[in-house]
């Protein structure tokens, strides 16, 4: 199954501690070995956001590119990464995750793990192949970008300038429900200021603010204090696939269930009246079930 990475913090953070244990899922400590690609908004001292992309088709365990991210620590208020198991479509940058799209003037960041059904390929890609795919259209071959240009054409259909951030909200539930009921179907979303997390099957969050203890890695024998290394007013939201650390609480986001967060707290949240959980290891072996790991 591919793996997932967020981060949503209040102040602009180096993500190395938590980026050294997932990389190792890129070929080490697990087999998803097809690539990888992560994003950074980043914010500069006059408030403007920009975007700071890196993409690599080699394992990020053993990738150069990975290298520079630990040793070039890039501070970011948002990041999202993504490590790729292919099951639909070569293996080469242009279907690396994650994908970058322009929205209202904003960079919106998407990525995906699961697995579309065949179903919707094949109707997502007629309408490409017709020209009746309105204004987005995929650079790769993936499932998961023709979700993502699913997804972004249906905004500009509905909408014909931004809606209210509630209205977003509630669009982007029901969509993200809509390509749920139409294969595999978790991802994370950010345009910078906020980062949308959809649970179809597996993913988790863990909130550091004070008093910050100690971390551990489960990918690797790395430990950090983060009471060394933040102040009191610091407050960072770690999104992933599987927890990274042992020695940490992490929250299971509900089967269905669709949060934003914004500087490091959730600020919507959509879910079941009736909360379901999936274990990790009936998520892996849902995954396995739908082709999207072996």
């Not at 919106?108 to 259209?137: K, P």
């Not at 982007?172 to 949308?196: D, M, V």
Request: hydrophobic share 40%; charged share 20%; aromatic share 10%.
């Amino acid at each position: 199954m591919c793996q997932l990475l967020g981060m949503n913090c209040n102040t602009p953070t180096d993500i190395g501690f938590s980026f050294t244990g997932f990389r190792r899922r890129g070929g080490d400590t697990d087999h998803h070995a097809d690539g990888f690609g992560i994003a950074f908004f980043e914010r500069n001292e006059h408030g403007k956001t920009g975007l700071r992309l890196f993409h690599d088709d080699k394992p990020s365990h053993l990738s150069p590119v990975a290298d520079l991210i630990n040793s070039y620590p890039i501070k970011a208020i948002n990041v999202i990464a993504h490590i790729r198991k292919a099951t639909y479509g070569t293996n080469s940058l242009a279907n690396t995750h994650p994908f970058v799209r322009e929205v209202w003037g904003e960079q919106w960041v998407f990525a995906h793990n699961g697995q579309m059904t065949d179903s919707f390929i094949r109707q997502s890609q007629r309408l490409h192949a017709n020209g009746n795919a309105e204004h987005y259209t995929p650079v790769g071959d993936t499932d998961s970008e023709l979700a993502f240009c699913y997804l972004l054409n249906r905004l500009k259909s509905t909408f014909k300038s931004r809606p209210s951030d509630e209205a977003l909200f509630a669009f982007l539930t029901a969509q993200c429900r809509y390509l749920s009921a139409n294969g595999l179907f978790n991802c994370l979303i950010s345009n910078g200021k906020w980062q949308l997390a959809y649970a179809g099957s597996l993913l988790f969050y863990l909130t550091r603010k004070a008093p910050f203890g100690e971390a551990v890695l489960s990918d690797g024998e790395m430990s950090v204090n983060f009471s060394d290394v933040t102040t009191q007013r610091d407050k960072v939201t770690i999104l992933v696939t599987i927890p990274l650390t042992d020695n940490e609480k992490w929250q299971q986001i509900a089967v269905d269930e669709c949060l934003i967060f914004v500087d490091g707290d959730v600020v919507f949240r959509d879910a079941s009246s009736k909360k379901t959980y999936m274990s990790i290891e009936d998520g892996i072996a849902l995954a396995r079930s739908v082709g999207a790991s072996v």
